[in-house]
């Protein structure tokens, strides 16, 4: 007869190896510490750089409210030029409605404009734009967009302005080859 034999009785259960447990304790650690730096920095960070003027937008409350009511003024008055007009009076009353928008800016006065970086220089490029017009017009000789480093103003303008104030891109009808004669 055949006796069976019981199969042996569990022994103890090996107990985790010492390491690997401080191991598990180190990256908890770390884990804790970098979810509190990046907690931390979401907390103080819109505080620390709240009052900072952003170099590539123009950005500043006062400016911006102003600037989006100039180009909004700026588009109704290119609508409202007369089709009736010479191709050179029509030029100088679209050049004319520029100045004004720069000038509405510029009412602002320095010290608002110096809260904002590149107003000056966006308010510069388009007094640039309406002098290369106007002097296409009196040469009788065909308009061509200035360039500044590089690139034509007008697309320096638009890196600008792309933050939220698309009217205050540069209407075409103030880009033709002949000045006064677009949007006809």
């Known amino acids: ?41 979401w907390v103080i960070g819109p505080i620390v750089y709240a009052g900072r003027d952003d170099p590539t937008a123009i950005d500043s409350k006062p400016v911006r409210t102003t600037v989006l009511a100039g ?13 009736g007009l010479s191709v050179a009076d029509r030029a100088e ?5 520029v100045d004004r928008l720069v000038g509405r800016v510029r009412a602002l006065g320095p010290d608002a404009l110096a809260h904002d970086d590149p107003v000056e220089q966006w308010l510069g490029d388009w007094e640039t734009i309406v002098a290369a017009r106007r002097q296409a017009v009196r040469e009788g000789r065909h308009f061509s967009t200035p360039i500044a480093g590089g690139a034509p103003v007008n697309i320096r303008m638009f890196e600008l302005i792309r933050s939220g104030l ?3 891109d540069v209407p075409e009808q103030l880009l033709v080859p002949q000045p006064g004669a677009g949007n006809r």
């Open 166 to 168: 698309g009217k205050c």
């Open 93 to 97: 009353a679209e050049n004319r409605a």
């Open 71 to 83: 180009c909004t003024q700026l588009r109704a008055d290119l609508a409202a030029v007369p089709d």
């Open 1 to 41: 007869m055949k006796t069976e034999v019981a199969p042996p009785l569990p022994g103890p259960v090996d107990p985790e190896p010492e390491v690997d447990r401080r191991r598990s304790h180190r990256i908890t650690i770390v884990v804790l510490v970098l979810s509190g730096i990046v907690g931390a920095l």
